[in-house]
Nanobody
Framework: QVQLVESGGGLVQPGGSLRLSCAAS????????VGWFRQAPGKERERVSC????????YYADSVKGRFTISRNNAEKAVYLQMYSLKPEDTAVYYC??????????????????WGQGTRVTVSS
């Protein structure tokens, strides 16, 4: 497992942007697929976006497609989620998660063994 720390959350107005970062502590993310998930109050955790080790064919949930972009910098041991055109329904705690590429099968929470503590995103005027 790898230790993950998210940052970049905060309060933003509708239509605004935020960039979330997921950093690995004491290890590199180079061998891991990484995903972003979110959980709004009273709702189940849902997938947002996932990226493989080689960053080919990232997955995006329909609700964020065209507005969010996932990227990674293995040298910096970090994965990013750039969020544009934020909507109130994007309000949630955002978690990053990692799983060794060897075991990565799908962008679903059950497929990831390492999780960060989460960063809160609030979209409100």
């Amino acid at each position: 497992q790898v230790q993950l720390v998210e940052s970049g959350g905060g309060l933003v107005q509708p239509g605004g942007s935020l960039r979330l970062s997921c950093a690995a502590s004491g290890s590199t993310l180079g061998d891991y697929a990484v995903g972003w998930f979110r959980q709004a109050p009273g709702k189940e955790r849902e997938r947002v976006s996932c990226i493989s080790r080689r960053a080919d064919g990232p997955y995006y949930a329909d609700s964020v497609k065209g507005r969010f972009t996932i990227s990674r910098n293995n040298a910096e041991k970090a994965v990013y989620l750039q969020m544009y055109s934020l909507k109130p329904e994007d309000t949630a705690v955002y978690y990053c998660a990692a799983e060794l590429e060897t075991f990565y099968r799908a962008c679903v929470p059950e497929n990831f063994g390492s999780w960060g503590q989460g960063t809160r995103v609030t979209v409100s005027s």
